[in-house]
């Protein structure tokens, strides 16, 4: 906190005189603190114990502007890096994610560039009001990060969650939030997912056990660690973990061609972790095929191999592939790194329990194009998701020194 500009947004609820806690406790850990307070919340406290706490003016009213020079909401939220909204009551939070900007807090806010951290509280039934819960996942997928609140007594009366988290808590949060490591930040990732699907007929297509889990997985772990993330996608029964990532939906092989073709040159990263079709019927029939006596020969035909025409257009980009094996997996692993023009390929054993297509769990082994091989034990996707994106990091930074 040491010499950061935080700006302390206090809305109406019982625990705005926590928020005094919290001001002294930012200013004692050195962070230049200026706090802006709802009509509501001046009910609660006065405006004068936090000007004496932070030793700044405080800010009630988008009018009343103190300094002929500035407009103060743009100038507070310009000079904030870090905004804190505590306590943040249902009010608040449903305006901010609908865009509303009527007061002085919130006009602040949607002008602002800063890390924004929500610490909700209020009654434990508001809390997890749908219209309150639908609010703060809008507001998480922006970017916003909240500060769950405590369970435990409630002003109201009530038992259950809605606390505001303690001041030296909603600190702490904060700081290890700041600390966290955002390596992929200003690297744009393209991911692919999941199967796809060729037609036969209107009701009957080929497809794979393809789940799109370890792709969606690794969407979400390289938008946390601060990547700009496009993910094209098969047809799946997965939901996208933040609307932050671009999802493409294609269905066909032919489609993901044309949408990975098209997103591959603005991309620095490019993992292909959906399982392709590599055959697709020669004829798609316009009606429902009728059953006949005998044996049915279906005539298939390749497909574009997407992942070596990406090796072949490869300019700046780091390319990953990924195989699924059950025998020899670093003689075949390596054998498409080569064929394919990759910088790594991530191989699971889909022969082991624990490993695969449907499960939450995988178990690799990534190999880079300086043959090193790297052993990612069982863990749950997410964390493999991560793990592969640190090697491949690792690789990048290798790449360039
Ligand atoms: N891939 C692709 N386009 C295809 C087929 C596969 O881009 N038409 C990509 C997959 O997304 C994956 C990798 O290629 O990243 C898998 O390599 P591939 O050689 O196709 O694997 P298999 O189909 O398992 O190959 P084989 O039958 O030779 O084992």
Redesign the pocket.
């Known amino acids: 906190m040491q010499n950061k500009n935080v700006l302390l947004a206090v809305s109406g609820g019982i625990a705005a005189y926590k928020a005094c806690a919290l001001t002294s406790k930012l200013t004692q850990q050195g962070a230049n603190v200026k706090v802006m307070m709802t009509k509501s919340a001046v009910e609660f406290v006065s405006p004068l114990t936090f000007q004496a706490l932070s030793r700044n003016p405080v800010f009630t009213d988008t009018f009343d502007e103190k300094d002929a020079k500035k407009i103060a909401h743009i100038d507070l939220a310009d000079w904030a890096d870090i905004l804190i909204i505590a306590p943040a009551t249902a009010n608040i939070i449903g305006k901010i994610a609908n865009g509303i900007a009527d007061d002085m807090i919130t006009t602040t806010i949607l002008a602002t560039k800063a890390n924004v951290y929500i610490a909700p509280a209020m009654n434990v039934n508001m809390y997890e009001h749908p219209a309150v819960m639908k609010n703060m996942q809008t507001l998480s997928d922006i970017g916003y990060f909240f500060i769950e609140p405590g369970a435990g007594y409630l002003a109201c009366g009530w038992i259950g969650k809605g606390r505001l988290e303690e001041p030296s808590t909603i600190i702490e949060v904060i700081n290890a939030h700041q600390n966290s490591p955002r390596p992929l930040l200003g690297k744009k990732v393209l991911i ?1 997912a999941g199967p796809t699907r060729e037609s036969i007929d209107p009701v009957r297509f080929f497809t794979n056990r393809s789940s799109g889990k370890m792709g969606y997985k690794l969407a979400e772990a390289a938008l946390e660690m601060g990547a700009e993330v496009t993910l094209v996608s098969g047809p799946v029964n997965l939901d996208v973990p933040s609307s932050s990532i671009n999802r493409i939906d294609v269905v066909t ?1 032919e489609e993901m061609y044309q949408a990975m073709t098209k997103e591959f040159p603005s991309h620095d990263i490019v993992i ?7 055959y697709r019927p020669i004829h798609t029939y316009d009606e429902k095929m009728k059953k006949q006596d005998g044996i049915l020969q279906i005539e298939m035909e390749r ?6 025409t ?1 090796g072949e257009m490869k300019t700046k980009q780091f390319l990953v ?5 059950t025998q020899n997996l670093k003689k ?1 692993g390596l054998d ?1 790194l080569k064929r ?1 023009n990759l910088d790594a390929i991530v191989v699971n054993n889909v022969g082991q329990e624990g490993a695969g297509f449907e499960g939450d769990t995988n178990i690799a082994t990534y190999f880079n194009k300086k043959l090193q091989e790297y052993e990612i034990p069982k863990a749950t996707k997410k964390e493999v998701a991560k793990e592969i994106l640190t090697l491949i990091l690792r690789d990048m930074k290798d790449e360039k020194a």
């Open positions: 692919s092989a292909k972790a959906a399982a392709v079709a590599d497909t574009k191999d997407i992942l070596k990406l592939g990924f195989a699924a094996e075949y498409k394919k």
